[in-house]
């Protein structure tokens, strides 16, 4: 009885045919892309409007890209290119430049900004928050990036935040965080908000107060994320705290007071998607074993 015969291997020349068409199809649906954009700026008319960005839908999106990739395609790979067809697309409809805080190290900045905007977006670098904020705040619709987290001999930029007439805090990038991101810098995005693009799974509030200790420190930890620096007499401080869905403003205050600090004033300067972490790193993984879990 004769073997059942099995099927030649595709020949390299083959495989070669398949990657091109496969190619030649990715290049016909981003420029399909192109071609809906173009109708969506003639129905919004979203180049008199300002920036188009809408950090609630990119984080979304940039979420369910994660839950979806299998593969032997890195995660960092499929993640930069999703951020730079969406940036530039962002860009198209409504010009607009991203304008960086370089005070927790040119590197790092500069590799948040290529990573989340590629290199089409204008990338206007600046030495302090309080530029960045400047800047966006004199235009329609550009981007300020500030490290979330403390720089050493950086004030109270998030002041510059406060009341109805000033631009807001809008994401939080990473949209997806891991152990070992390529542009793993946390920073604060900023601009003129959006009414329908807003996200307030965590709003972020400016509060000052008088003494501020360590005891008050560790008060608020457990309701917030934290970033203070010292703010005029009475061993005062500026903060500025994210605060979580399921808690609230009254939390921090009450736990402050508490720990013997006095309030002195807070406004809000801001909004942000959660957090979303992905356990286990950015290495090939099957589809089955990406694990992601929210946290403040």
Request: hydrophobic share 45%; aromatic share 6%; net charge neutral.
């Amino acid at each position: 009885m004769s073997k059942p015969s099995t099927p030649n291997p595709p020949s390299l020349a083959d495989l070669r045919v398949e990657i091109d068409r496969i190619d030649q199809g990715m290049h016909e649906l981003l420029m399909e892309r192109g071609r809906i954009i173009d109708t969506l700026i003639k129905v919004k008319k979203t180049q008199e409007s300002g920036s188009a960005f809408r950090p609630a839908r990119e984080a979304a999106m940039m979420r369910r890209l994660v839950e979806r990739h299998h593969g032997i395609l890195p995660l960092d790979t499929v993640e930069s290119i999703w951020r730079v067809i969406i940036a530039t697309f962002t860009h198209v409809q409504a010009p607009y430049a991203v304008h960086a805080d370089m005070s927790a190290g040119d590197a790092a900045m500069r590799d948040s900004v290529r990573f989340h905007f590629g290199f089409t977006v204008p990338f206007r670098p600046h030495l302090g928050a309080a530029g960045v904020v400047q800047s966006v705040a004199a235009s329609k619709g550009d981007l300020g990036l500030v490290p979330a987290n403390a720089v050493a001999g950086t004030g109270a930029w998030w002041t510059m935040l406060e009341g109805d007439k000033a631009p807001k805090i809008i994401a939080r990038l990473p949209f997806v965080e891991r152990a070992d991101h390529p542009a793993s810098l946390p920073v604060f995005a900023i601009s003129w908000p959006a009414a329908d693009a807003i996200v307030k799974e965590v709003e972020v509030f400016s509060v000052k107060v008088s003494g501020w200790s360590a005891a008050a420190a560790r008060a608020i930890s457990p309701f917030a994320d934290v970033v203070a620096v010292p703010d005029g007499a009475f061993d005062g401080a500026a903060l500025l705290v994210s605060v979580p869905e399921g808690k609230t403003l009254a939390d921090i205050t009450s736990a402050l007071i508490n720990a013997g600090a006095s309030v002195r004033s807070t406004a809000l300067v801001g909004s942000h998607a959660t957090r979303y972490t992905v356990a286990g790193g950015a290495r090939p993984l099957p589809a089955t074993s990406v694990v992601v879990q929210k946290s403040p």
